[in-house]
């Protein structure tokens, strides 16, 4: 089917690819609101292809809008079908969604329950935009796990075992994504003797479903071989992240050296650009922090554009 709006009568009707495209949720996300929840309601042409009208799609903006408070889906429709009055409406009290998704999630971690796990990322990515399950489920929950591992970065087998897990469903979206999408290509790496692979693979997840071309190096890239790879994967800028201080002599001569050496944008995300973002100061290095969806957004205003 084509991109471009299908039109009966005077109404024109988009098909769920470009409602996809307009409201950053993907079509798996479209597909579950209306089979399990009855949050939306397309129309269909004759071989059953979804079609959206205008205000479906303004449907899934408000959809979006009481996610983005922390309503939990199942209480959406609720929330949906009230009249307008034009009084604002409080959210109903938190039923623990989240909260008991980043206990599960944390618990699952802990006890090696890859099965759980499984679980926990195939239904929060199904239920909800990329961008929430990040800032809601799973950036809070490894934020807790590193407390509790503490200055060792934790046990481990539980943090490897949850690197190895991350790493192969998101490559594997990653793999996907990167064969359709037509974006800029990133190039991310950990710095070096830091083990942030974990903040790396959410940067990697939420760069892709941004429309960005991903290529993913979950081990330390030597500096000397960056420019090969920005040269060889046509990429527009670098993200680098870490979850500790790291060395000083790493961070105020080696990255200056290395955006001094590249023609792209380098941006450094994750608890280490908050912990060093002083001793970057006029470096070269853009400096993202910690919160990942502001660390993109900020990172595409450096990138060029078309």
């Known amino acids: 089917m084509s991109d471009q709006p299908s039109y009966h009568g005077d109404t024109p009707l988009y098909p769920i690819r470009e409602v996809s495209r307009l409201t950053g949720v993907n079509s798996v996300t479209l597909r579950a609101w209306e089979r399990r929840y009855g949050l939306i309601k397309p129309r269909r042409t004759p071989k059953g292809h979804r079609l959206y009208a205008r205000e479906d799609i303004e449907r899934v903006e408000r959809?979006?809008?009481w996610l983005n408070r922390g309503v939990p889906v199942s209480q959406v429709r609720e929330l949906l079908d009230r009249p307008e009055t034009g009084e604002a409406v409080a959210p109903p009290p938190d039923t623990g969604d989240w909260t008991g998704q980043r206990e599960q999630l944390v618990a699952a971690v802990e006890a090696l329950d890859q099965t759980l796990l499984e679980t926990?990322?195939?239904q929060s990515l199904a239920l909800y935009p990329v961008a929430t399950c990040i800032e809601a489920l799973w950036t809070p929950a490894i934020r807790e796990l590193e407390e509790r591992w503490?200055?060792?970065l934790g046990d481990p087998l539980?943090?490897?075992?949850?690197?190895?897990?991350?790493r192969t469903r998101i490559g594997t979206r990653l793999l996907h994504a990167n064969a359709r999408t037509r974006g800029p290509g990133l190039v991310l790496t950990p710095l070096p003797e830091d083990p942030?692979?974990?903040w790396l693979l959410l940067a990697a997840l939420a760069a892709s479903d941004r429309g960005y071309r991903v290529q993913l190096f979950d081990a330390p890239l030597p500096f000397g071989e960056l420019p090969l790879a920005v040269e060889r994967f046509r990429a527009a800028g670098v993200l680098m992240a870490g979850s500790r201080a790291g060395r000083t002599d790493l961070i105020r001569r080696q990255l200056p050296r290395l955006a001094e050496?590249?023609?792209?944008?380098?941006g450094l995300y994750g608890p280490v650009a908050r912990i060093r973002a002083a001793d970057l100061i006029d470096t070269g290095i853009e400096v993202l922090g910690d919160d990942l969806d502001q660390a993109l957004s900020r990172l595409?205003?450096?990138l060029p554009t078309d």
């Open 150 to 152: 503490g200055d060792r």
């Open 158 to 166: 539980q943090r490897l075992a949850l690197e190895a897990f991350l």
């Open 261 to 266: 050496q590249l023609e792209v944008p380098v």
């Open 196 to 198: 942030g692979t974990l």
């Open 120 to 122: 926990l990322f195939c």
């Open 63 to 65: 959809i979006l809008q």
């Open 300 to 302: 595409q205003t450096l």
